[in-house]
């Protein structure tokens, strides 16, 4: 893998070669990423993986049309024809009236913000072996688990770099590091799987391995003998393992991409009350050591923190350059790169910020209702805000939890949903969209 500095002049080189070739404009992204894992099973090794991947990836401008390319192939001859490609693809392209690079005036000017992404620790494929032992241990060690279905660590590397034909140049590297383990308990058609990780940038802001074992044990057991649950309107409230997927569902109806074409459930609700006022999204793409942080976005303009709801109002939409020109507004910060292709938007390191309640004072009040730790199904249409999903977990009798259940569908309309949605204290950043336990009431059961 390149070093940034190499990274960078890749980029620029395959530039110039573009503006030889015809280009008008154009910009190319590097990707390098390296890594290593191995995992375990009832104490026995299972696989040892190491993986390195480099890719380049030029986008061009030619009279208004566009085109783009990508090869694994980083020498000179190599990007020598990747350029006359691209602008050859280009000159048979139709123009789009939207498309072009992000605003030069608004490019990030170093020098840019040390985010502390990178650990240099490194890991041996023995000590990835031993931490991947020590979570399935633990795991197994927890009475009622019957089998494993593996432990596993990991530890990689990867950079991105990005060069622009009007002036920005800039590459950043960042590391990860991640334990997970898998375990089954019951025997039979009673047993049950669950499973526990985490993962870093930096190595020693890992959970131990016994601590990630031990949890995806319980888990397991926990799940034992589900019972059903009857149908009816009732209270959801949404462990935080899956409670952040209603804030991915905002967030991707939010893309300015989607506004522009009209195919957003928030389609005319830009600046509305969505939540209660308690509620506050945040974004804040300049985390130190964030799982989704960078110092630019993939376009080369700066990222900054920002509140994506506020006081449960919402705040505008995420826009790359494109759809920005489309809505005649201004990017945002939020553009993200592949290897090839135009961009598209993502947001960062995303928290619901938390409430003043715990957990079992938010479940409290709830005579009857469910504990959702599993979401099964992508039953949630974008376009409508109607949402469907296949769900497990613990039901919820006079405020506590009161046994498994499985094999039911909740429902309701994203909407109404946030509307009625409240939020515990419990928050914990680790997943890069974050959210305590969150409890939305009246939404429909479908069970026996």
């Known amino acids: 893998m390149l070093s940034p500095a190499e990274a960078r002049e890749r980029c620029e080189a395959l530039i110039e070669r573009a503006r030889r070739a015809g280009a008008d404009a154009g910009d190319a992204v590097y990707l390098g990423n390296a890594s290593e894992s191995v995992s375990v099973r009832l104490g026995e090794l299972e696989e040892v993986e190491r993986s390195e991947s480099e890719n380049i990836g030029l986008r061009v401008f030619v009279g208004g049309a566009s085109a783009s390319i990508g090869s694994t192939d980083l020498g000179d001859a190599a990007l020598d024809e990747l350029a006359s490609r691209a602008v050859a693809m280009a000159r048979l392209a139709p123009a789009d009236q939207f498309a072009g690079l992000a605003p030069e005036d608004r490019l990030l000017k170093g020098p840019f913000p040390d985010l502390d992404l990178d650990d240099a620790t490194e890991r041996s494929p023995a000590e990835l072996r031993r931490l991947a032992e020590e979570a399935e241990d633990a795991a197994r060690a927890v009475a009622g688990v019957t089998n494993s279905e593996g432990g596993g660590a990991s530890a990689g590397r990867g950079l991105f770099a990005l060069a622009t034909s009007h002036g920005f140049s800039g590459a950043y590297a960042a590391s990860s590091h991640s334990i997970s383990a898998s375990v089954v308990a019951g025997e039979g058609s009673t047993m049950q799987r669950d499973y526990s990780w985490r993962s870093t940038r930096h190595a020693a802001d890992l959970k131990s391995p016994g601590e990630i074992g031990q949890?995806?044990?319980?888990?397991?057991?926990?799940?034992?003998?589900?019972?059903?649950?009857?149908?009816?309107?009732?209270?959801?409230?949404?462990?935080?393992r899956v409670a952040n997927t209603l804030v991915g569902h905002l967030i991707g109806a939010m893309s300015g991409a989607s506004i522009a074409r009209r195919a957003s459930f928030l389609l005319d609700r830009d600046g509305q009350k969505l939540f209660d006022s308690a509620v506050t999204i945040s974004d804040n793409p300049l985390?130190?050591?964030?799982?989704?942080?960078r110092p630019f976005d993939g376009e080369g303009l700066p990222t900054a923190p920002r509140k994506l709801v506020d006081a449960g109002h919402l705040t505008g939409w995420l826009m790359d350059a494109a759809a920005a020109r489309q809505l005649g507004a201004a990017p945002t910060g939020h553009a993200s790169r592949g290897s090839s292709g135009a961009p598209h938007v993502s947001a960062s390191n995303v928290v619901l910020e938390p409430g003043n309640v715990t957990p079992a004072e938010l479940m409290a009040d709830i005579a009857d209702g469910v504990y959702v730790t599993e979401l099964i199904g992508q039953g949630v249409n974008g376009v409508t805000g109607d949402y469907s999903r296949g769900a497990s977990g613990f039901r919820i009798v006079n405020g506590e939890l009161a046994g498994p259940i499985a094999e039911f569908t909740i429902a309701g309309h994203l909407i109404d949903m946030f509307a009625a949605l409240t939020v515990a204290n419990d928050l914990e950043v680790y997943r890069g969209i974050d959210t305590p336990t969150l409890r939305v009431d009246g939404m429909s059961i479908a069970g026996d």
């Not at 949890?215 to 935080?240: C, T, Y």
């Not at 985390?287 to 942080?293: C, D, F, V, W």
């Open 215 to 240: 949890e995806a044990g319980m888990r397991a057991v926990r799940r034992l003998n589900p019972g059903r649950v009857k149908s009816g309107p009732m209270p959801v409230v949404f462990d935080p």
């Open 287 to 293: 985390t130190l050591r964030g799982m989704r942080s």
